[in-house]
């Protein structure tokens, strides 16, 4: 079986779907009206759209004009576009910023709650802001852990471990045989895998209210603790994301056995099957203290603007997008995963390296949903790296989180004290 049958990509390239992609909107730019309903999304989402929205066309006569965003400059793109009043009419949300921008007022309540209807636990709990949902989901990404079989059954692994000690264990076992190697990748300034462990181990990051950190806590303590001893005992390499080149070629080499992803490995994994066969890796959920537990995701979802002049055109696209014949549609495509449970019911959703992100989607981490969380993450992962890298204890850098935790949220608190916000 070729990497390109596995997942339902036999012939299709990511260069020759971009410029196909980019030819369909070349062909749309000639046909569009004025008035033509727009469209931003980020990543292969925004790459691959045309595809998707060709079909809507169709369907509906509606001209559409999609653009592709940078997903690090998306967040600052919309909003500089909300200030200006010219947001597009659809737009693209990591599930964490929607609370953001219905705060602002950028975009519109759901008109039919039936459109989130079908979904994973939680998945709608970060698409709500006062009580009113604001979005749709579109693709859920929870974090599991790619992993070398070969490599694995080297030192007496039929599978990833699904314990903390397992993990240890691996380590240990790979670093005896290839003391040049790591067990597992983990970079610095990526915040999900030490969301991942506080999670399994019960954690949860606020207290009183979501106003104040809450760090200096025996599970937060375990989880911070395990993950430094993976890079003090030099199982994984203390390095960011720009400082391995290409994180796919080290794992095809064997650099590290132990890779904690998302979905979007899939594709790449399938591009790039030339280096590494599908039968030498494999996908497990991720370790938990006693066994696999709730992790983090990066879900993706779909909001309509409050400056479109066409709302129910507007909704009506969401509804084609979040259909589950375009979802799975999208999961053919570039590999993204279906937000919708009866689109995994499909033979298609058969694969037995996507059953660990529906199981793992059914165990999400529980997170705050207030829009401060973006900020908290990242410098929660500040403090994370330095204790790595030997500038603090643990002790004092779960101090160091509840500091800046509770310097982030003084507004909040404030705010809460004046009774402005509950």
Not at 25 to 45: S, V
Not at 165 to 193: E, H, I, Q, S
Request: hydrophobic share 45%.
């Amino acid at each position: 079986m070729t990497g390109g049958d596995r997942f339902g990509h036999a012939g299709l390239t990511r260069r020759g779907m971009i410029a196909g992609g980019a030819a369909g909107m070349l062909a749309a730019c000639g046909r569009r009206d004025p008035d033509a309903l727009t469209f931003w999304a980020t990543g292969y989402e925004g790459d691959y759209s045309p595809h998707l929205l060709a079909a809507f066309t169709r369907a509906t006569g509606m001209a559409t004009d999609a653009q592709s965003l940078p997903g690090s400059a998306a967040h600052e793109k919309y909003l500089t576009a909300f200030a200006g009043a010219s947001l597009p009419d659809v737009m693209m949300l990591p599930s964490g910023w929607v609370s953001e921008f219905a705060m602002i007022g950028a975009i519109e309540p759901l008109a039919d709650p039936a459109l989130a209807g079908d979904g994973f636990p939680d998945v709608m709990r970060p698409l709500t802001y006062g009580g009113v949902a604001y979005a749709v989901p579109w693709s859920v990404g929870s974090q599991v852990q790619f992993y070398r079989r070969d490599i694995l059954g080297e030192i007496g692994f039929d599978t990833a471990p699904s314990t903390w000690d397992g993990w240890r264990t691996v380590g240990a076992r790979l670093k005896r045989r290839y003391p040049d190697r790591y067990a597992m990748l983990m970079f610095l300034n990526w915040w999900d895998t030490l969301v991942t462990f506080a999670s399994a181990a019960g954690a949860y990051p606020l207290r009183a209210g979501d106003t104040r950190g809450n760090f200096r806590t025996p599970a937060y303590r375990e989880a911070l603790s395990f993950y430094v001893s993976l890079f003090a005992d030099g199982y994984a390499p203390g390095v960011s994301s720009n400082e391995i080149q290409d994180p796919m070629a080290a794992f095809a080499r064997g650099y590290f056995t132990l890779y904690p992803s998302g979905p979007t490995l899939l594709t790449d994994l399938r591009r790039r099957v030339d280096e590494i066969a599908p039968d030498r890796w494999g996908t497990a959920r991720m370790p938990g203290p006693d066994g696999p537990g709730r992790v983090s995701a990066i879900n993706n979802s779909l909001a309509v603007s409050t400056r479109s002049r066409r709302k129910a055109d507007a909704w009506a696209l969401v509804r084609h997008l979040t259909s589950v014949e375009s979802e799975l549609t999208f999961q053919r495509m570039i590999g993204v995963l279906p937000a919708r449970r009866s689109a995994w019911r499909d033979p298609q959703l058969a694969d037995p390296v996507l059953r660990p992100f529906a199981e793992q989607m059914e165990l999400p981490a529980r997170l705050p949903t207030i829009v401060e969380w973006e900020r908290i993450r990242l410098d929660v992962q500040i403090v994370a790296e330095r204790v790595v890298r030997g500038g603090l204890t643990i002790d004092e850098g779960l101090a160091a989180m509840d500091t800046r935790v509770d310097a982030i949220l003084a507004k909040r608190r404030a705010l809460v004290a004046a009774g402005r916000i509950a």
